[in-house]
């Protein structure tokens, strides 16, 4: 078999250390991962998702003099709270937040921003500043740093290309399409035989973790099943199939995936109404099948997007802007607003200025949800109190 055509395979594993001739030989001794320990579930808003319209500063006149087209109105926001509410779309995040379950980290950003959504996504998933080059992902980093035995399904990636937050010196992470269908033959083991040539090594011990990971994956669906209906959107289901692995008690303590079509320059009104219909809809049916299964306490849902939009709008639409809300869901958190209003007198040339630098809510979240040093991993912004 050849090289390219095994790591042409859907369902890859995921790493950077493609030089490694031990490279998982030692998934039978991996750390083990208990089932009352906590995991983390990764949203990730493709194309900026415009904050100013998702948690609405609705009693500020400076929102619908900057926004006479796309302002929502007083009448439609949901669950108005010190001058803040939630687009109509969001209702059962409003729900969420009356259960206590939800917390929301106001004007969230970092240092000299980037408009760009290939090197803000960067920025966001590699956590370093905007002026250093590409490094490895810093969810990557940190199953490094925990899994130093290799174990290829500590992080979960449900997508159909390998996010680089994942990208690593082992490989500690799997990108999974379809966790139903990710079955590998266990023959393909057989026809790679151990020899002198150090990459046919490679192909095969790639080749028997993949086959291990993939029996994990289907004993946790197996372990489980669907006791929620869930919407019928692509993004619903990869959350149903992550509630599965969890219920299924798979034990990965990373799980990311996304939803793409936040990029409204135009007809936003209605897109931007469509995308957060599909945000609710998957994440409250998420919401409940974890609580139902009492498992809510375990489980930390983390929701955000490369940067929010512009304060002003153009006509029709936003353009890329910087600061944005983040939302928390679960994981015992106090159900808490973080930080002040969304300050539009006072804009970094027309754009909301961050009070919250993002790598502290990672920070956060190593410290008091995975019981991790995030300086161990480069991260050194101070937690922030109040969230859990």
């Given at each position: 078999m050849l090289r390219r055509n095994f790591l042409n395979i859907t369902c890859t594993i995921t790493g950077g250390a493609l030089m490694v001739p031990e490279f998982l030989w030692a998934f039978g001794t991996q750390n083990k991962i208990r089932f009352e320990e906590e995991s983390l579930i990764f949203i990730q808003l493709n194309g900026g998702n415009d904050g100013l319209n998702t948690y609405i500063p609705f009693n500020d006149p400076l929102y619908q003099y900057n926004r006479p087209s796309i302002c929502i109105s007083k009448d439609d926001v949901i669950g108005a709270n010190k001058n803040m509410a939630f687009h109509p779309s969001l209702k059962n995040f409003f729900d969420i937040q009356q259960d206590g379950n939800l917390s929301i980290i106001q004007n969230v950003g970092y240092s000299n921003p980037t408009r760009s959504h290939f090197k803000s996504?960067?920025?966001?998933?590699?956590?370093v500043n905007s002026n250093m080059g590409l490094n490895n992902g810093w969810l990557g980093r940190y199953l490094d740093a925990e899994f130093r035995d290799h174990n290829p399904i500590a992080g979960i990636n449900i997508s159909r290309v390998d996010h680089p937050v994942f990208k690593s010196e082992f490989s500690?992470?799997?990108?999974?399409?379809?966790p139903k269908f990710y079955k590998k033959d266990e023959m393909i083991i057989d026809k790679v035989k151990l020899s002198s040539n150090p990459q046919l090594d490679f192909v095969r011990k790639i080749a028997t973790a993949t086959v291990e990971s993939s029996k994990a994956i289907q004993k946790a669906i197996s372990n489980s099943k669907e006791e929620i209906i869930y919407p019928k959107t692509n993004f619903a289901s990869k959350l149903?199939?992550?509630?599965?692995l969890i219920k299924g008690n798979l034990n990965s303590k990373i799980y990311y995936t996304s939803l793409g079509g936040f990029d409204t320059h135009k007809n936003q009104l209605n897109e931007h109404s469509k995308k957060l219909t599909i945000l609710n809809d998957g994440v409250y049916s998420f919401y409940k099948d974890l609580k139902e299964a009492k498992l809510l306490q375990n489980v930390t849902i983390v929701i955000f997007s490369e940067?929010?939009?512009?304060?002003?709008?153009n006509g029709n639409g936003t353009d890329h802007g910087k600061a944005a809300p983040m939302f928390i869901i679960g994981g015992n958190n106090n159900g808490s607003i973080i930080g002040n209003n969304p300050d539009l007198a006072n804009l970094d040339d027309g754009d909301l200025k961050y009070n919250i630098d993002f790598r502290s809510v990672y920070a956060t979240l190593l410290r008091q949800k995975l019981h991790f040093n995030p300086r161990k991993i480069g991260i050194k912004l101070p937690v922030i109190e109040g969230i859990f």
């Open positions: 996504q960067e920025i966001w998933q590699t956590a500690n992470s799997a990108s999974v399409q379809n149903s199939w992550i509630a599965r940067f929010g939009r512009r304060v002003k709008d």
